[in-house]
């Protein structure tokens, strides 16, 4: 017989579907809840918008401190009436409390001028053609400057020691008269590195200043734990670089300071220094030096050891007449490189000696289409290191040569090591 369903097993199919509208109401009500909360945000910012707009787009002149790098095409003078603009030769540029008043730099450069004559008054119809005048003038001076100096540039300085906290301080003003390095704009990104010699351990550089050929800085640096005794023998290197965000940054020129001449006993010295083209270290007559290494082929193992024992006589790579040497070692096989490896940095000298040890695997075909690629580069943290000399060992070197001779030894005997100097090419 079927069984017999009660009242008390049937259930409405409304009371299954309760808790699903209440879910639902739920979702909806926090749904509205976050699309007014963003409404009120989107209504806020369309009036503080409006609020901005509505000041006539006047630029506020703020005061920064000393130390801190600005450019001269950011800021706008404070004097100025809005319902009158200057002449558009003028730029004001701010101003440190070392000065006496803001520097006014026109197109041509930082040129000083009389901050009263930037006063409201002189932005009177009846003076409008002195002031045209005078700039013409401050123009045509400035041009004939950058002729003398080559386009190269000048740089300010500051140079100071304080005894009591046996503290060296350096201030980089600013540099005018920079040859422009980039075609599109006539103008350059520049900003300067400072290097003290010889030990090149303090480093410091300064902000990036865009599109300006004649920067101002007012950046401050100061160098600790060094004693009076030792500036003597302290030279100052200054290297002006021009950023580029796609490639390397070029470089604009340098400026080296001797500190052996300059007293520091007293008060702040201030220099100005003409900033000289960055010339090639070598020349193609100079000799690039020797470098002695040794080969030891082990068949068995189809391996090539390599040791870069020392190097001498090498060419001076710096203002301080030493270099930063290290080797680079390529097996080439087929004159395509299989290999890589480098020495350690010996850093100030012009004889490093290295002794240092390198194992190459070769194909199964041994030595007959294998050769080496030793160059001795130059370190420079500023610029791309520079190659001193070069030597290539194996069996296309010409015969009767010293790497065509130590090249036959090490195959005629095996598992011996086989040392030899050879003088470094171009």
Known sequence: MPEKTSARDFQHPFQATLPLVAALSIAVTLSVALLFVTACKC????N???????RKGIKTFYTRPSGSAHSSSDLSSPDLPPSRTPSPLLTPIEGTAKSPGKIYAGTTGGVKLDPATLSR???????????????EKVEEATEDLSEERQ???VLNLSIEYNNEKSVFVVTIHRASYLPAKDPQS???DPYIKLCLLPEKKHKVKTRVLRKTLNPVYEETFTFYGLAYNQLQGITLHFIVMSFDRFSRDDVIGEVVVPLANVDLSGSEVNMSRDIKQRIPRLSKSQGRGEILVSLCHQPAANRLTVVVLKAKNLPKMDVTGLA???VKINMLYADQRMAKKKTRLKKRTLNPVFNESFLFDIPQDGLENISLEFQVLDHDRVTKNEVIGRLEIGPTCEPDTSQSLHWAEVLQNPRKQIAEWHKLTE
């Open 121 to 135: 008054e002189c932005y009177t119809e009846e003076t409008e053609t002195k002031n045209e005048e005078a700039v």
């Open 43 to 46: 209504y806020r910012k369309r």
């Open 324 to 326: 930063d040497p290290y």
């Open 151 to 153: 386009n190269m540039g």
């Open 48 to 54: 503080r918008s409006s609020f901005l707009v509505s």
């Open 186 to 188: 006539g103008t350059s």
